[in-house]
């Protein structure tokens, strides 16, 4: 018997090892099986809702939001607790948040019985935690079988989360009524601040909020509202979190009435920072990137385009923009789009291309320095002047002969600028704006013609903010290999310039004398005398007014500060007191006012050299000129043609009157150094410069043009000078309003104001003129020719060209 138990038990022996191992084996599965879906339990994002885009500051201040794509106002989650916020939180919702692992036993044990005696569920035991998983699940009902996923869920938060991270959770993410969602929103909205100012009241009354939102509504039910948030108040008057006085304080709050505006200091940024991160990524992420917007540079500014916009629109300018950047680092540091109008508010200005008016002339000028086309002093035409059809003019509709080259910068005139540009080239020009960075350039150069110098392309603030700055610290930054023109960065992320332009199109030279060149423009209004002050700053500045009085632009830039400033109509309507001396330049020296004070740009030494010039002409000395100075020009400069306005004559003994040198003079002579303007330009120069000296009169063997002057083939020897048309001009003439054909008006000059000038066009005899020599004629289409006579027969003959309607096409 007991052999056959034996037999028995060891036959059934590893069967029973077998059975044992395969339920350990099962138990082990299940067991993992748990912790796997334990550890896999919660989502990924945990919170997937609609987050509202919202803009910040450097420091991290509020500048603006939006509501989400749901229509919540929804902040993204920070990283931030506020204190008094959660101290009453857990004071009101769940006192032991800081012990438990996420369910409560003690509030388990108190629901059962509660809920027992009445017989339905009225309390359910949630912890915040619960709380967090529930509005993560986006709140699935109150069911027995959701409060046990609750709990699960709720256990697995607290092993993945800290404390403080499960209460930021909830605060980002909890219902405050209405359509306002997280604690950050509802601290705006209800009581326009910030969440870490906060007073014990106002953080009492967000505390109550998410445990009954819809019944406990700021804006109704206050009495219901008062008795929960002043209970609340005590309680943790006698936990300590405060005195008896406090809560007096505290309790005497007002409750929040209506909600309120969120702030709106920079909405258009807002706005274009939203459309660009929308290119990128998703924009209900809400998770905008910081900027570099100082917030009280960011104030101020927006307050004083304000106060401005109210004058203008007495004059029906109604919109204005305005930029302040950290010049060296190129970052935005304040950003009004555009100023609170009932007219085109919306319209962000500083990314809209206007015409840049007389914007663009600086980059002309120390182009030209580094050319060789130009030095500082040399003395530039201002007369009147026709290329073809088009003919410009200086804003104050004056001429004053000849003006140096940084004098007709500082006074931004036309004429002189048109003339250099024609000199240096409308397609190299064009060629070197689109390299500094301006990105409206999208035809050729001879598309815009000499115009563009003038505001015939249009530009943006963001590129001449970009271009100013990108001439400032070139100044600054002589260095060679040094990047220094890359458009503005309004982001706080690393990297943003990463597409810098301009390397080496400019020197460091050129840019320190042209900014030099612009700290001397007038000033408006009381800045007219700043010299006169020792506390007055140096800043170089310009302004711009596009044709018709569009636009009115005012830039100024110092080593540490590059302000940009238009002012207009966003419609383009022009306005007679839309002009930059009188709206866009106080604008900007405003804005100056409120920066603090920086040295001056110093002297790029390595980058410049001195050479010798003409003390009356500017240009390089030649062996005519009477004085010799000197000027600083950038280093790499090739050198330029000597002075052409100078000249040796040759006078008689008693220097009255010029004589030739030839055989039939026998009396004494004397020989001066004489600065000689070609008459077109003399007959201007004349008039603003009394110390200007005449030729002495010819002699009597004085018959031909350069009589007494030494030799040299140019203008300077004849005595008058036609203005227009140029050689070879190509001219439109339209129609008059009555059908008649229109008419063009030639212009000259000559040196004896008592000359008579006799005009002829194809031979035909037009008339003569005196002391003011205009000649008005209709020629037809075709080719021309004109020629001018004075007394002693000087001529001089030129061709042109009128076209027909067809051919101007």
């Excluded at 289409?781 to 027909?804: A, Y």
Aim: charged share 20%; glycine share 10%.
């Amino acid at each position: 018997m007991l052999k056959d138990r034996a037999a028995r038990f060891v036959a059934r022996w590893p069967f029973s090892v077998f059975a044992k191992r395969r339920r350990l084996a099962l138990e082990l599965s299940a067991l993992f099986l748990v912790l796997g879906i334990f550890a896999l339990s919660l989502p990924e994002p945990l919170f997937d809702p609609a987050y509202s885009p919202v803009l910040y500051s450097r420091e991290g201040r509020l500048l603006g939001a939006m509501t989400a794509s749901d229509g919540q106002w929804r902040f993204p989650p920070g990283k931030e607790i506020n204190e008094k916020f959660s101290a009453a939180l857990i004071e009101y919702e769940d006192r032991r948040f800081r012990f438990h692992p996420g369910i409560d036993p003690l509030a388990l044990a108190r629901a059962f019985l509660v809920n027992i005696r009445a017989g339905e569920v009225v309390s359910g035991a949630s912890t915040i935690t619960m709380q967090t998983v529930r509005m993560m699940r986006r709140d699935r009902g109150r069911t027995i079988f959701e409060k046990c996923v609750e709990a699960f869920l709720a256990l697995r938060l607290e092993i993945r989360f800290s404390k403080d991270e499960i209460l930021a959770l909830y605060s980002a993410h909890a219902p405050f009524g209405g359509n306002v969602v997280g604690l950050e929103a509802a601290s705006w909205r209800w009581f326009g601040r910030p969440p870490l100012e906060l007073s014990w009241a106002e953080a009492a009354v967000l505390a109550v909020l998410p445990n009954g939102p819809a019944l406990v509504h700021p804006g109704r039910n206050r009495e219901l509202l008062k008795m929960k948030r002043d209970a609340l108040l005590e309680r943790l008057c006698r936990r300590g979190f405060f005195d008896e006085e406090t809560l007096v304080l505290a309790r005497a709050e007002a409750l929040p009435g209506e909600v309120l505006p969120l702030p709106g200091l920079a909405p258009h940024l807002l706005a274009r920072v939203v459309r660009e991160n929308a290119a990128r990524k998703n924009r209900d992420t809400g998770l905008l990137p910081r900027t570099t917007i100082d917030f009280s540079i960011q104030e101020r500014s927006a307050a004083v385009m304000e106060r401005w916009a109210r004058r203008f629109a007495e004059n029906g300018i109604m919109n204005g923009a305005a930029l302040v950047m950290d010049t060296q680092s190129g970052e935005v540091l304040a950003y009004v789009g555009n100023v609170k109008s009932a007219e085109a508010a919306d319209v962000d200005i500083v990314l809209s291309p206007r015409s840049s008016g007389s914007a663009l002339k600086p980059f002309l000028y120390a182009a030209m320095l580094d050319s060789g086309d130009l030095l500082p002093p040399a003395l530039i035409s201002d007369i009147p002047t026709r290329v073809g059809s088009y003919s410009p003019e200086n804003m104050s509709r004056n001429y004053l002969g000849v003006v140096p080259a940084d004098e007709a910068l500082s006074r931004s005139l036309n004429i002189p600028a048109v003339r250099s540009l024609r000199v240096y080239g409308v397609e190299r020009f064009a060629r070197l704006l689109q390299g500094l960075g301006i990105t409206t350039l999208f035809r050729r150069g001879e598309d815009y013609g000499l115009p563009l110098i003038l505001g015939g392309a249009e530009t943006t603030l963001w590129d001449l903010a970009g271009l100013y700055g990108g001439l400032a610290r070139t100044a600054l930054e002589p260095g060679e290999s040094v990047t220094r023109f890359f458009p503005p960065g309004v982001f706080a992320e690393a990297g943003e310039n990463s597409a810098p332009q301009g390397r080496g199109l400019l020197s460091a030279g050129a840019a320190w004398l042209t900014l030099e060149a612009l700290t001397f423009a007038s000033r408006p209004g009381e800045e007219a005398a700043w010299q006169d002050y020792a506390s007055s700053r140096r800043i170089a500045w310009k302004t711009g007014t596009s044709f018709g009085f569009r636009d009115a632009w005012a830039i100024g830039v110092t080593p540490r500060w590059t302000v940009a400033v238009w002012i207009g109509n966003a419609s383009g309507e022009g306005r007679p007191e839309l002009r930059s001396a009188l709206s866009s330049a106080p604008v900007l020296f405003e804005l100056f006012s409120g920066l603090e004070g920086t040295q001056w740009f110093p002297r790029p030494g390595a980058a410049l050299k001195s050479i010798e010039v003409c003390g009356n002409s500017g240009y390089p000395a030649g062996p005519d000129c009477g004085t010799v100075t000197e000027t600083l020009v950038p280093r790499g400069a090739p050198p330029g043609n000597p002075c052409p306005y100078c000249r040796t004559i040759t006078l008689n003994g008693e220097g009255t009157m010029r004589v030739a040198l030839d055989a039939s003079y026998s009396g004494t002579v004397i020989q001066k150094k004489w600065f000689v303007l070609p008459p077109a330009e003399e007959w201007y120069f004349r008039k603003w410069n009394l110390d200007y000296r005449d030729l002495p009169p010819l002699g009597p063997d004085g018959e031909t043009p350069g009589a007494g002057l030494s030799s040299r083939s140019d203008e300077v020897s004849l005595p008058l000078a036609l203005f227009n048309p140029e050689q070879g001009a190509r001219i439109f003439v339209p129609v008059e309003i009555d059908g008649r054909p229109g008419s063009v008006v030639f212009s000259a000059a000559h040196r004896d104001p008592n000359a008579a000038l006799y005009w002829h066009l194809d031979e035909r005899y037009l008339g003569s003129t005196g002391i003011f020599h205009e000649m008005e004629v209709r020629p037809a289409p075709g080719v021309h020719t004109l020629t001018l006579v004075d007394g002693s027969g000087h001529r001089i003959i030129r061709r042109f060209e009128i076209l027909d309607k067809e051919t101007s096409l």
